[in-house]
């Protein structure tokens, strides 16, 4: 009776070991023969048929056409190719986010230098040489913007204040040249500490400040924001494979070959289990991912909301006209209270010996007029922005289905897939996102109580980045300067070593467009959502060189 039972139990498993073989024969193996040639290997060793597949690790025991030496070497190469394929989707929202930055670099960069070129072009055209010795002043004030703007440690309210101050200086020596050179690093001192009190520039100084600080903190934040979130793509792309998910791609992509089903796609969900498994800890990244991509589209709106960006940069010169007007226009009496104040060498209260009463000046001060401004210039279009940044919103939860797109059965053939051990239809159901969801995965084994250590200090970076952002929406200053160890730094770009991949386009993600840059027509001086630039009237500028000419 035992040995009956034996001798079915051995007729069963042969009659299971030979059910995929046509009729019982034997099948060829040429099919595996030319695919494994075709990857670039040797055929020494590979099988003419079928044998029995007792020494395979990873595949099925069937019968087979891989040896075990084939199994391994397969095994290697789906490792190299799926970490491949993971990199190139990585590279392609890399690209992505490279391409937003030089779109905004080049459009906030072409207003920021627009202005400084207006400033000086008009200043000369009205001054000519007197503007020139005091041409540093205002040099100064753009290159410390632009600093700033590329990630520099640097409080803009300050630079500000310190532009003012000197602006001031340069102003009070005019006022009476010929005594100039009396007045003492301690009259000037105290000078500038009347200023909130005396406010000799009017209203211009605030108003610019409010304005022009907020604009430039939204400015560096939006790109650092796309520098940090290309970096972190980059790490997370770059984690290596584990062995468990190894394995597992194995079985999905090449052990069809081994069992001669080379022409069988895997089933839709079990190739989306198997990379929900091995992209669990990548998933985990798509709460702090959201809410960066989120905070960063609520920063670009910002860009379009009135006073708009290029508004309040052409604004630079203009605010300078007004105060350098007010305080031609008070002069008087400003010098009045500060000689009464200072002294002559920053004694408070002493009688100035440069000038017990300013004189008068001859010139008389106009209302200011706005006119359109002719310079064209880059623009930045928001809309265009906003729709890339959504694009790859949801990037790390898409990814899986991404990667198992073309390369699956589509449902309506869900009975003639390989499902890991044959072709037939795939049972299981399909897994969450994110490690915690993976503990009852069939196709990877994974240990959820033990998260990927880069890819958690990435979700970190996420975090901070994403509190910076919403710290410049709401106008408050941030300091990158603890960032330049991880990051590129601000205004540097994201090409380095091989982060800007050209070639054929990635299997995941948005194509890479080019920057889109747009240039003003004649009929067409206006930036989206913003209101008409403006520019200093003539009349303005000669005046402004009537006070300057009391230098000489």
Request: charged content about 25%.
């Amino acid at each position: 009776m035992d040995l009956t039972a034996v001798a079915l139990l051995v007729s069963l498993i042969s009659v299971s070991l030979s059910a995929d073989n046509a009729g019982g024969k034997v099948r060829s193996c040429t099919e595996v023969r030319q695919f494994y040639s075709g990857k670039g290997f040797t055929l020494n060793g590979v099988p003419q048929s079928e044998i029995s597949g007792e020494h395979l690790r990873i595949c099925p025991q069937g019968y087979t056409c891989c040896t075990s030496a084939m199994e391994e070497t397969l095994s290697n190469l789906s490792r190299r190719e799926f970490e491949g394929l993971v990199r190139e989707a990585g590279r392609s929202i890399q690209a992505s986010l490279n391409a937003q930055y030089r779109t905004f670099d080049t459009y906030f960069l072409e207003l920021l230098n627009g202005s400084e070129r207006w400033l000086e072009e008009a200043f000369v055209a009205a001054l000519g040489d007197l503007y020139r010795p005091n041409a540093g002043v205002f040099r100064d004030l753009y290159a410390d913007l632009r600093r700033y703007y590329s990630g520099a440690s640097l409080n803009l309210e300050e630079v500000l204040d310190e532009f003012w101050m000197r602006l001031l200086e340069r102003l009070l020596k005019a006022s009476d040249p010929e005594t100039a050179s009396l007045l003492s690093d301690d009259f000037l001192e105290c000078a500038s500490k009347q200023t909130e009190t005396l406010r000799p520039f009017g209203d211009a100084p605030r108003e610019l400040k409010t304005k022009l600080v907020r604009a430039f903190i939204a400015a560096r934040a939006f790109v650092q924001g796309l520098n940090v979130a290309g970096e972190i793509v980059r790490k997370v792309s770059q984690v290596p494979l584990s062995l468990e998910c190894n394995r597992a791609i194995m079985k999905l992509v090449y052990c069809p070959h081994c069992r001669n089903l080379g022409s069988v796609k895997p089933c839709t969900n079990y190739c989306k289990n198997v990379m929900k498994g091995c992209l669990a800890n990548q998933a985990d990244l798509d709460t702090e991912w959201q809410s960066l991509i989120e905070t960063m589209l609520q920063v670009a709106s910002s860009f379009g909301a009135e006073p708009s960006m290029d508004t309040v940069i052409y604004s630079i010169p203009v605010r300078i006209s007004e105060a350098v007007l007010t305080m031609q226009e008070n002069m008087e009496i400003y010098t009045s209270k500060v000689f009464k104040a200072c002294g002559d060498r920053g004694e408070e209260g002493t009688p100035s010996s440069i000038s017990e009463e300013p004189k008068k000046k001859a010139s008389t001060v106009t209302a200011l007029e706005y006119k359109p401004i002719p310079k064209s210039a880059a623009r930045l279009e928001v809309t265009d922005v906003s729709s890339k940044l959504k694009e790859m919103q949801f990037y790390w939860i898409q990814l899986p289905s991404a990667l198992c797109s073309g390369k699956t059965a589509s449902s309506t053939n869900s009975d003639k897939c390989w499902n890991g051990i044959t072709k037939a239809s795939y049972l299981p159901e399909v897994m969450g996102d994110g490690l915690a969801n993976q503990i009852n995965n069939p196709e990877v084994e994974i240990d959820i109580t033990k998260p990927d250590r880069t890819i958690r200090q990435q979700i970190m970076l996420l975090k901070i980045m994403s509190n910076r952002l919403k710290n410049a929406l709401d106008g408050n200053d941030v300091d990158f300067q603890d960032t330049s160890d991880d990051f590129s730094g601000s205004g540097s770009g994201m090409c380095a070593d091989h982060l800007c991949v050209r070639g054929r386009p990635p299997v995941f993600g948005p194509k890479t467009d080019r920057p889109k840059l747009y240039a003003y027509g004649p009929e067409n001086k206006r930036v989206k959502g913003s209101g008409n630039q403006i520019q200093p009237s003539v009349i303005l500028l000669v005046l402004l060189l009537a006070t300057l000419l009391l230098r000489q």
